[in-house]
């Protein structure tokens, strides 16, 4: 029994890692210097003058060897993107909603459908979230974080992603366009674009002015066609030369805003993905020095000793960033990784009291409950077969999956 215990053990593990590799995508857009673009004292929310979508002319519409997708794409070359459209947006009550659903609305029209977005009521329902946040980075510098997405991945598919948008800066509120440039920009990191352009007239360049609304350009939108496309031989013709790509843009963004912590977040992102986990680490930890307080860099470093097997450290780190979030969908990853390090730890009872509030809290993540049940069945501990039996109820289509079906037998049910 117990060799079989430990194959499930291992399956849920291996399966488990699909989700660690997860790479926590930590993006964020500095605009410019506010001495060269103050926001004006009595700036009012006026209408915000849209680009017509990017016009494309029909017979060019599939040239899509103008992109930047070497800078978009991790390091190693791999990216995750969304699995079905539409994509479900939720957009925080502020006065700034409506401004922020043009910005989606710009991607709906310039895709025609291979990228789109509906908005929804209720942000548990959402798997993008946009929320407006009074401040971004504790740095208090003439240039200024506007913008910060946060995706969560298994694999080649983006699980949620969150936006933070800056809407008032020292007081002032930024322009509508302001606001909506960086939401077109951070759209472009949510729908799975991992960098930036070097191209200034690019959404996805680093940098933006506020005077005009900014629209997508034909770069942009080839770059994200060829993401979506499906098409292995275009995207992997695409993406050669990216890890280069990726480690200059990474330095040189250190290099432009060296008080940010996102441009050493991002440059610890990219070596974590080149798997120089030291050189990540420092990375990581000069981000830390700008701002102790950031959750993001705790998780990232949890990532790298996660993959570097020091297990207990990364535990301790995921704990680190959990008391510094009230962000729910930052949360439960943190959660989750935390217990995946302490079980990988062989800390078995700590694990499963971790375990237990991960299944108690997300009740229908198969997932969480197959390593819980590995820990009860390892434990001795008789309540897994409840749980089990309530999960299957909520979820009778679980039944199919191996790992349940062994604990389905081994509890005979
Ligand atoms: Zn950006």
Request: hydrophobic share 35%.
């Given at each position: 029994?117990?060799?079989?215990?430990?194959?499930?053990?291992?399956?849920?593990?291996?399966?488990?890692?699909?989700?660690?590799?997860?790479?926590?995508?930590?993006?964020?857009?500095?605009?410019?210097?506010?001495?060269?673009?103050?926001?004006?004292?009595n700036?009012?929310?006026?209408?915000?003058?849209?680009?017509?979508?990017?016009?494309?002319?029909?017979?060019?519409?599939?040239?899509?060897?103008?992109?930047?997708?070497a800078?978009?794409?991790?390091?190693?070359?791999?990216?995750?993107?969304?699995?079905?459209?539409?994509?479900?947006?939720?957009?925080?009550?502020?006065?700034?909603?409506?401004?922020?659903?043009?910005?989606?609305?710009?991607?709906?029209?310039?895709?025609?459908?291979?990228?789109?977005?509906?908005?929804?009521?209720?942000?548990?329902?959402?798997?993008?979230?946009?929320?407006?946040?009074?401040?971004?980075?504790?740095?208090?510098s003439?240039?200024?974080?506007?913008?910060?997405?946060?995706?969560?991945?298994?694999?080649k598919?983006?699980?949620?992603?969150?936006?933070?948008?800056?809407t008032?800066?020292?007081?002032v509120?930024?322009?509508?366009?302001?606001?909506?440039?960086?939401?077109?920009?951070?759209?472009?990191?949510?729908?799975?674009?991992?960098?930036?352009?070097?191209?200034?007239d690019?959404?996805?360049?680093?940098?933006?002015?506020?005077?005009?609304a900014?629209?997508?350009?034909?770069?942009?939108?080839?770059?994200?066609?060829?993401?979506?496309?499906?098409?292995e031989?275009?995207?992997?013709?695409?993406?050669?030369?990216?890890?280069?790509?990726?480690?200059?843009?990474?330095?040189?963004?250190?290099?432009?805003?060296p008080?940010?912590?996102?441009?050493?977040?991002?440059?610890?992102?990219?070596?974590?993905?080149?798997?120089?986990?030291?050189?990540?680490?420092?990375?990581?930890?000069?981000?830390l020095q700008i701002?102790?307080?950031?959750?993001?860099?705790?998780?990232?470093?949890?990532?790298?000793?996660?993959?570097?097997?020091?297990?207990?450290t990364?535990?301790e780190?995921?704990?680190?960033?959990?008391e510094?979030?009230?962000?729910?969908?930052?949360?439960?990853?943190?959660?989750?990784?935390?217990?995946?390090s302490?079980?990988?730890?062989?800390?078995?009872?700590?694990?499963?009291v971790?375990?237990?509030?991960?299944v108690?809290?997300?009740?229908?993540?198969?997932?969480y409950?197959?390593?819980?049940?590995?820990?009860?069945?390892?434990?001795?501990?008789?309540?897994g077969?409840?749980?089990?039996?309530?999960?299957?109820?909520?979820?009778?289509?679980?039944?199919?999956?191996?790992?349940?079906?062994?604990y389905?037998?081994?509890?005979?049910?």
């Open positions: 029994m117990n060799n079989n215990v430990d194959t499930r053990y291992i399956t849920a593990i291996v399966f488990s890692l699909a989700l660690v590799i997860a790479v926590f995508m930590f993006n964020s857009r500095v605009l410019n210097r506010i001495s060269e673009n103050n926001p004006s004292q700036a009012q929310l006026e209408p915000v003058d849209i680009a017509a979508p990017s016009a494309i002319p029909q017979n060019l519409s599939e040239d899509l060897t103008d992109n930047y997708i800078n978009a794409v991790n390091a190693s070359g791999s990216y995750s993107i969304w699995q079905n459209m539409p994509v479900q947006v939720y957009i925080s009550e502020n006065p700034y909603k409506s401004v922020v659903e043009s910005a989606f609305t710009t991607y709906n029209n310039a895709l025609n459908g291979i990228i789109s977005f509906s908005f929804v009521d209720n942000p548990n329902n959402a798997q993008i979230k946009v929320t407006f946040p009074n401040r971004i980075e504790n740095t208090n003439d240039q200024y974080v506007s913008g910060l997405t946060n995706n969560f991945s298994s694999g598919y983006i699980q949620s992603s969150t936006i933070q948008l800056l008032n800066k020292n007081g509120n930024l322009s509508s366009t302001a606001v909506y440039n960086t939401a077109l920009h951070e759209i472009g990191h949510a729908l799975g674009i991992n960098g930036h352009s070097q191209n200034r690019d959404i996805m360049y680093a940098q933006t002015e506020s005077s005009k900014a629209s997508l350009t034909a770069r942009d939108l080839a770059t994200l066609k060829v993401m979506y496309s499906n098409n031989a275009l995207i992997s013709q695409n993406t050669a030369g990216a890890a280069s790509e990726k480690l200059k843009e990474a330095i040189q963004y250190t290099q432009q805003v008080n940010k912590t996102a441009g050493w977040i991002n440059l610890g992102n990219v070596y974590y993905d080149l798997k120089m986990l030291p050189e990540a680490l420092d990375a990581y930890k000069k981000a701002d102790p307080s950031d959750a993001n860099i705790y998780a990232s470093m949890g990532s790298c000793y996660y993959s570097s097997k020091k297990y207990e990364a535990a780190f995921f704990g680190y960033a959990i510094r979030t009230t962000e729910p969908v930052e949360i439960e990853n943190y959660e989750y990784m935390k217990a995946l302490t079980l990988s730890a062989k800390k078995y009872d700590d694990a499963y971790q375990y237990s509030s991960l108690n809290k997300y009740p229908n993540k198969k997932e409950l197959i390593n819980y049940l590995y820990l009860c069945t390892y434990l001795n501990k008789p309540e077969k409840e749980k089990l039996k309530d999960f299957l109820q909520a979820n009778p289509d679980a039944a199919s999956d191996k790992n349940i079906q062994q389905k037998s081994y509890y005979r049910l």
